[in-house]
T-cell receptor, first 117, second 107 residues
């Protein structure tokens, strides 16, 4: 498997459930990102990790909890979500941190389509 | 505040016609500028970046620092160019995307 892989591709959960989204990249990149793509809103940057450290948190509610155990894996833990959290969640990676000297382009996964009932 | 604006949500042209997708940005400093594209049933991917100054699939983008614009252009649109296009300035620690323009090229 090459590139950025996201699992599951589809997830349906109730508001009281706890679930996790997983992202894996085999590109040797040092930065990883979570974006939210809703039907009627632009792509929203949620979290940014560089070398496993979180460097950006764009006022995301605490019911979303990211985890980056190593530079190849990124998780988004979900707990007590709301129906308005239903969206496509995209993971991306880049060689270096955006805005840095080695940033490069972002490589995206296919996304995890989340539906909150 | 960092902001990127793509004023047209939808753009429709006939095959062979010129096309221009507009992007205006408001960013502190001098961001690096990108255009990303998402074809039907494919993942979001890079189309071109300003620093490379390349023409990709016949598309070019000119940075106008005075107008803070980075419009995407192609002189002769093809049906396979139909897709969603996103302008993305890269700032410190993040890359933010415009709302996107859906381009439809009709035969």
């Amino acid at each position: 498997e090459t590139g950025v892989t996201q699992t599951p591709r589809h997830l349906v959960m109730g508001m009281t459930n706890k679930k996790s989204l997983k992202c894996e990249q085999h590109l040797g990149h040092n930065a990883m990102y979570w974006y939210k793509q809703s039907a009627k809103k632009p792509l929203e940057l949620m979290f940014v990790y560089s070398l496993e450290e979180r460097v950006e948190n764009n006022s995301v509610p605490s019911r979303f909890s990211p985890e980056c155990p190593n530079s190849s894996h990124l998780f988004l833990h979900l707990h007590t979500l709301q129906p308005e959290d239903s969206a496509l969640y995209l993971c991306a990676s880049s060689r270096g941190l955006a805005g840095g000297l080695e940033s490069g382009e972002l490589f995206f996964g296919e996304g995890s389509r989340l539906t909150v009932l | 505040a960092q902001r990127v604006t793509q004023p047209e949500k939808l753009l429709s042209v006939f095959k062979g016609a010129p096309v221009e997708l507009k992007c205006n940005y408001s960013y502190s400093g001098s961001p690096e500028l990108f255009w990303y594209v998402q074809y039907s049933r494919q993942r979001l991917q890079l189309l071109l970046r300003h620093i490379s100054r390349e023409s990709i699939k016949g598309f070019t983008a000119d940075l106008n620092k005075g107008e803070t614009s980075f419009h995407l252009k192609k002189p002769f649109a093809q049906e396979e160019d139909s897709a969603m296009y996103y302008c993305a300035p890269e700032g410190n620690n993040d890359m933010r995307f415009g709302a996107g323009t859906r381009l439809t090229v009709k035969p």
